[in-house]
């Protein structure tokens, strides 16, 4: 059973930065993409971005929405997510999630409801 722990959320003003961190443990096959989805109230989870994790080649992924400001990077057994230039609409609850798959450098970041693993979700909240 993969274990994911979130840590990093918080309150910050718009264009102020936060790093979410992503702690896993357990991993139990050969290859994993994880990384980070979003939800914002009354929206729709959004998949924010990916790495491989194992045996696959490296490879990583933004979403539109948050590249050129946002960066995702491992080290160990972390995955972190570097906000930069928040604004308000990047306020949601931000989950680590993890699934047997390769992470695309095209994307999108699926992870399957069922199957896959969530942490426990951490909060956003850019605010002037």
């Known amino acids: 059973q993969v274990q994911l722990v979130e840590s990093g959320g918080g309150v910050v003003q718009p264009g102020g930065s936060l790093r979410l961190s992503c702690s896993y443990w357990?991993?139990?096959?050969?290859?994993?993409?994880i990384g980070w989805f979003r939800q914002a109230p009354g929206k729709e989870r959004e998949g924010v971005g990916c790495?491989?994790?194992?045996?696959?080649?490296?490879s990583e992924y933004l979403s539109d929405s948050v590249k050129g400001r946002f960066a995702i990077s491992q080290d160990r057994n972390t995955i972190y997510l570097q906000m930069e230039n928040l604004r308000p609409e990047d306020t949601a609850v931000y989950y680590c999630?993890?699934?047997?798959?390769?992470?695309?450098?095209?994307?999108?970041?699926?992870?399957?409801?069922?199957?896959?693993?969530w942490g426990q979700g951490t909060q956003v909240i850019v605010s002037s």
């Open positions: 999630a993890a699934d047997t798959n390769y992470c695309s450098p095209e994307g999108p970041f699926r992870v399957d409801p069922d199957s896959g693993w």
């Open positions: 790495v491989s994790v194992g045996r696959n080649r490296h």
């Open positions: 357990r991993l139990m096959y050969d290859y994993y993409a």
